[in-house]
């Protein structure tokens, strides 16, 4: 029996109930078909969608849902949001300037989310002086997200100066012996400073849920 394209995309639209945001589409592996079906179910249903790892040449083939959703190459991420209230306050930090692509992520999805977000990136063990110069600014945040590869050091370093939950993200960034990730997820795993949650390898995506969840429990708790 030959299937449709719509067979092989069900949205769960009660995520939102369950979750406090609703589901995310990984853009990574699908074909042009089956987003476009994806997208709108989800536009349909919520009025808004975001679309994550989502290359340049599948953003082109999603012909008229173009002039729909704000795409984003640094992330690969592409949107369309209803305007809401920002609340919170997440810091997303990287070690270098080859994680920004990660950390954009990240703060692209907490846009999405309604989160207030602040960049503080290129601040790596490597020059650590950097890092003691925003220290007020991160300790201002309600969560911080660090994002690094090569060692992986920088998200320890941080819990150790600041009372916020860090939620550390390993990157692919590195040489040989980095194993495209392993070494700084391992690193992170390990950290001796308390108060470091860490998520899969290159998520920017996954740290941001992990950050809204957390601000969002906050915000629920002062209204």
Known sequence: MNKSQKDFVTIDFERKKRRLFGETIFGEGKTAGHLK???EKILEYDGEVLVTRLSRDQYEEMGELKKTLDYDPMSKTAMAKREKEAMGKVAVV???TSDVSVAEECVRTLDFFGISSESVYDVGVA???????QLDRLREADVIVVCAGMDGALPSVVAG???????????????GAAFEGVAPLLGMLNSCAEGVAVVNIDNGYGAAYMAGQIVMKIYEKDK
Request: glycine share 10%; proline share 7%.
């Open 37 to 39: 079906i994806a997208v």
């Open 94 to 96: 990287t070690a270098g």
């Open 127 to 133: 020059g650590i002086h950097r890092l003691f110069s």
């Open 161 to 175: 100066l600041v009372s916020s939950p860090v939620v550390a993200v390993p990157t692919s960034v590195g040489y």
